[in-house]
């Protein structure tokens, strides 16, 4: 990022042409969804009107592009690995930087459309057709350029971050060594052409925050080296090559390792302050949903299995492998996510005060799987310092089951699952990620 505006967001210093054989362009339909959104925001800009669940629509839209471009990349390992590898904390962590990053952006456009109120030239309020003029103008790089940039480099960064997992899941039993490669057309960047054929060690810290993408739109690529060792030279020296540029960039770490797509230094913003924001929206601000009252005579009934008891709700728990000494099961949500239930939690949540009517969490149990695989909607909510929860929610006739996950230490859990009892307002809020289709 570069040039600082006077509201104090960045300007992105993206490459002015898309030169890479292998750039995937942003669906039209999706550009267009973006702009109804923008326009929509602008129009609450004028009449100044409430619109954080605007904004909070802006960043799940582009957030969730970013999200799909980084699943794609990732490739197959995504959901071959095992429950426990720790490829799914890292995509997780990767997801919640985009989210972030999204953020700013939209806080950035929100900033320079409201900038655009204001004739300065004639020192006067703008008419609205003059102001959304001017809106399309300023955010037609938004929309478009910027973002496929941005989604390009969030594909990028998957395709090299799982080869990087899999290179030092490896290092022992196939090599330890890995060389830079270029695609070696005359598009080839002169410092990424230093790094061609240089061989370096996996083990090496220095030299693998040489590894790609290390530039917008860039083409490089590490591959597994075999060959003579004598080859292998320090990440120090290499560093050395590429000099202060290097040092100074957004492209100086290895984002697998840091679990970043985007570095805070691409940012649009610095506070990212929609974010902290996101638990005062509740589904009510939200123009496209409604109460569950309202729609929840044409569900089916939530269909409650009373032979499970306190004698045997131990056999609904499947073991898929240790945290530490801990058991955990796992499961996926709707776009395959491994998400693991520690055995101590589904204890907890099936002992006590849990098994007495009106909780009954031991017989709503075999539900989790379903909810979090068919969610109707899924909230991000805010929970203190940058840490989130991810609220699953499905609606029945007569119930709302809920799930709420957390990014443990080392994966992505199951803290709890329960009937909603509380006033729906309290639970449908956040960030929107998915809605239930009508």
Same mark, same amino acid.
């Given at each position: 990022?570069?040039?600082?505006?006077? !509201?104090?967001?960045?300007?992105?210093?993206?490459? *002015?042409? #898309?030169?890479?054989?292998? !750039?995937v362009a942003v669906a039209s339909?999706?550009? *267009?969804? #973006?702009?109804?959104?923008?326009?929509?925001?602008?129009?609450e800009i004028y009449e100044s009107k409430q619109n954080l669940d605007t904004q909070a629509q802006l960043i799940a839209e582009e957030g969730l592009l970013m999200i799909n471009g980084l699943h794609n990349g990732y490739g197959k390992l995504r959901v071959e690995a095992a429950w426990d590898a720790?490829?799914?904390l890292m995509l997780q962590m990767m997801e919640l930087n985009i989210i972030e990053f999204a953020a700013s952006k939209t806080e950035a456009r929100f900033a320079a459309m409201t900038d655009l109120m204001l004739n300065r030239d004639k020192n006067q309020i703008r008419s609205f057709s003059d102001f959304k003029s001017e809106v399309d103008k300023l955010t037609s790089n938004y929309n478009k350029t910027w973002l496929e940039t941005e989604y390009n480099?969030?594909?990028?960064?998957?395709?090299n971050s799982a080869a990087y997992m899999r290179q030092k899941s490896e290092a022992e039993s196939v090599t330890p060594y890995v060389q830079y490669q270029t695609v070696g057309d005359d598009q080839v960047r002169d410092e990424h052409a230093l790094?061609?054929?240089?061989?370096?060690?996996?083990?090496?810290?220095?030299?693998?925050?040489?590894?790609?993408?290390?530039?917008?739109?860039?083409?490089?690529?590490?591959?597994?080296y075999v060959g003579n060792k004598d080859k292998v030279i320090s990440g120090k020296s290499a560093v050395k090559l590429l000099g202060d540029q290097f040092e100074g960039s957004a492209f100086n770490f290895n984002r697998a390792d840091a679990k970043q797509v985007f570095k805070r230094s691409q940012f649009y913003t610095d506070d990212g302050e929609v974010l902290t924001k996101i638990n005062d929206i509740s589904y009510e601000s939200y123009k496209n949903l409604t109460a569950w009252k309202l729609f929840k005579s044409k569900l089916k009934k939530l269909k409650i299995d009373k032979t499970i008891v306190p004698g045997n709700k131990d056999e609904l728990f499947r073991s898929d492998g240790k945290r530490g000494k801990?058991?955990?099961?796992?499961?996926?949500?709707?776009?395959q996510r491994k998400v693991i239930l520690k055995k101590d939690v589904f204890d907890t949540h099936t002992s006590g005060k849990y098994l007495q009517k009106g909780e009954v969490r031991h017989q709503l149990f075999p539900h989790v799987k379903s909810v979090l695989n068919d969610a109707d909607e899924v909230w991000l909510i805010s929970v203190s310092d940058k840490k989130y929860i991810m609220r699953y929610i499905k609606f029945f006739a007569d119930e709302v089951l809920i799930i709420e996950t957390e990014i443990g230490a080392k994966s992505n859990e199951i803290k709890t699952w329960y009937k909603m009892k509380t006033d729906e307002i309290d639970r449908r809020k956040g960030l929107l990620l998915k809605k239930r289709k009508v």
């Open positions: 990022m570069s040039n600082v505006t006077a !509201f104090g967001a960045r300007v992105p210093n993206y490459p *002015e042409s #898309i030169c890479c054989d292998h !750039f339909g999706l550009s *267009e969804r #973006i702009k109804k959104i923008q326009d929509q925001l602008a129009k720790p490829d799914h480099f969030s594909i990028a960064t998957a395709q790094l061609d054929g240089r061989v370096f060690n996996l083990n090496d810290k220095e030299a693998m925050r040489l590894y790609p993408p290390n530039g917008y739109n860039c083409r490089c690529e590490m591959i597994q801990v058991d955990f099961m796992g499961f996926t949500d709707h776009l």
